[in-house]
């Protein structure tokens, strides 16, 4: 635990090097390099079955950690997040989440936190524009106040950077000591990973380093944001997802792998069988297996055979079910989150509860720190833009959406139930406002009179016609008897004048 910045402390600091050394193993468990994760036990299968004598893998890649990292990633991030501002500074944040394509920042803390159980927002000020990226937490280290887990004084940032001088790769380490307000840059000479001499002013302007960046009248606080899994009291780091589980897939794989070496062992059976079924090689007198599909039995009546083993299927099955059934149980993962044992069409609340723990698990995860970090993070963002805010809100996306034909069936019960009306019901089912709902739930009473009003007979309607027909004639014949007196009229007017 470091309780300065002294950076030169990081070799006595056992916790901080067990902790980046556990990273590194659960980097191997992500990338599925098993001859390192495993390595003990790839060399005692090798020794056992050495690789000249089997084409059957020594340890098959079953990459769970992979599959269960990717369902949790898609599980929170996959319908979206909506982040809302101050309504006239709104634009300002959509615009520097599509620059930094946030959602995408968010996906890879969330890799790094479900992997190492640790995950890093940084935003910086590069030109002019603000930066929001992620930073792996194998390179960072919190400093904690007289060794309080709950009073961070600020946090170290690691870099190793290498630089070609006179042809000769030479290793350095950058590292960033931030503090409220401000940021120490300091580089040091590096041998095999080990932080050596510290580099003066002169020397560190060669690499185009400030020695203090100050953006305290933008932002007093913090500008390294770290997320974590679920901890206990006496911790202040988060748990891999791969912890609990690694066990289980380890024996997954080699059950797996042992059982892929046996069938390949007999995939070419040997032949057994007595003497007498062998050929006899008249020039060397040597009796030799032939070339044939047919085989001679044997002058002792005893017939060649196939070895062949004796699996037990069943028992493999019922071995391995178990183990992935620990993996359910470790992981909160149903098979249905890896598209196993799905059937048929099914309800978004059957669904839900199949998901249940998993859906427990992403709530958690959002509760525990990824809401108030984001908050954290748009803030110094918007601050760094000349454009502070007081209010942020997220707003995560359902991981499993809603099922339209249930809503659609409740809103409905509730509208027969006499609970809701149906204004209410127009709004939810639409996702309209109460003025378009009113215009829709009047179209939908006319179209009901137009649709309830009584049909007229054939009879009926041919007796409307004659009467429309009647009508007509009768207007018709009126409009010409008064054209016809307008127009004598007309005549005897001339007449008297003339």
């Given at each position: ?5 002294d ?68 599980f929170l991030?996959n ?23 946030f ?16 995950g890093?927002?940084k935003?910086?000020?590069?030109n ?13 280290i ?30 350095y ?28 002013s002169?020397e ?9 960046d ?20 006496d ?23 042992q059982?892929?070496?046996i069938?390949?062992?007999h ?27 047919f ?23 019922k ?13 909160k993962t149903?098979p ?22 998993a859906l ?6 959002k ?11 748009v ?83 041919l ?14 014949s ?16 001339v007449?008297?004048?003339?």
């Open positions: 635990m470091f309780t300065n910045f950076i030169t402390n990081l070799k006595y600091d056992s916790d901080t090097i067990d902790r980046f050394s556990k990273y590194d193993y659960y980097r191997n468990l992500y990338d599925g390099d098993f001859t390192k994760a495993f390595s003990s036990t790839v060399l005692k299968i090798r020794k056992r079955y050495p690789l000249d004598n089997t084409t059957a893998q020594s340890l098959i890649n079953i990459n769970m950690f992979w599959a269960l990292t990717d369902f949790f990633k898609g991030t319908q979206g997040i909506n982040v809302n501002v101050d309504d006239d500074k709104q634009v300002v944040w959509d615009e520097i989440a599509k620059q930094n394509n959602i995408s920042v968010l996906k890879e803390v969330y890799i790094d936190n479900s992997r190492f159980g640790n890093l927002f935003v910086a000020l590069e002019g524009k603000v930066k929001v990226f992620s930073i792996s937490p194998d390179c960072w919190p400093v904690f106040n007289q060794g309080n887990l709950n009073d961070i004084a600020g946090h170290i940032l690691v870099y190793p950077l290498e630089i070609l001088e006179n042809g000769v790769k030479k290793q380490k950058k590292v960033e000591k931030h503090h409220k307000g401000y940021m120490e840059n300091e580089i040091y000479e590096a041998s095999n990973g080990v932080i050596g001499r510290k580099l003066d002169d560190m302007k060669n690499f185009g380093v400030n020695e203090v100050d953006f305290s009248h933008l932002w007093n606080d913090f500008i390294v944001f770290p997320t974590k899994n679920t901890t206990e009291s911790s202040y780091f988060g748990e891999s997802d791969y912890k609990r589980c690694k066990s289980v897939v380890e024996e997954i794989m080699l059950t797996v792998s059982n892929s070496k069938i390949n062992r995939a070419n059976p040997k032949l057994s069988g007595s003497e007498q079924n062998l050929e006899m090689n008249p020039v060397t007198n040597e009796r030799f297996f032939p070339d044939t599909d085989l001679k039995v044997g002058t002792d009546g005893v017939k060649p055979e196939y070895i062949t083993a004796d699996l037990q299927a069943d028992a493999i099955q071995h391995l079910d178990m183990l992935m059934n620990f993996f359910y149980i470790l992981t149903p249905q989150a890896y598209g196993l044992d799905i059937a048929g069409n099914m309800s978004g609340e059957s669904l839900r509860k199949i998901f249940i723990a427990s698990k992403v709530d958690d995860i509760q525990v720190s990824f809401t108030s970090t984001i908050q954290n993070v803030q110094c963002a918007m601050a760094f833009n000349s454009t502070p805010v007081e209010q942020v809100n997220v707003a995560w996306g359902e991981p499993i959406p809603s099922d339209y034909s249930e809503l659609v069936t409740t809103e409905t019960s509730r509208v027969t139930s006499g609970t809701q009306s149906k204004l209410t019901t127009i709004m939810t089912l639409d996702n309209v406002s109460e003025d378009d709902a009113r215009e829709e739930l009047k179209r939908i009473e006319e179209e009901k009179l137009a649709q309830e009003q009584p049909k007229m007979s054939l009879k009926e309607a007796e409307a016609m004659r009467e429309e027909n009647n009508k007509n004639k009768t207007e018709k009126e409009q010409i008897k008064q054209e016809t007196e307008n127009s004598l009229s007309t005549e005897q007017n007449n008297v004048l003339n």
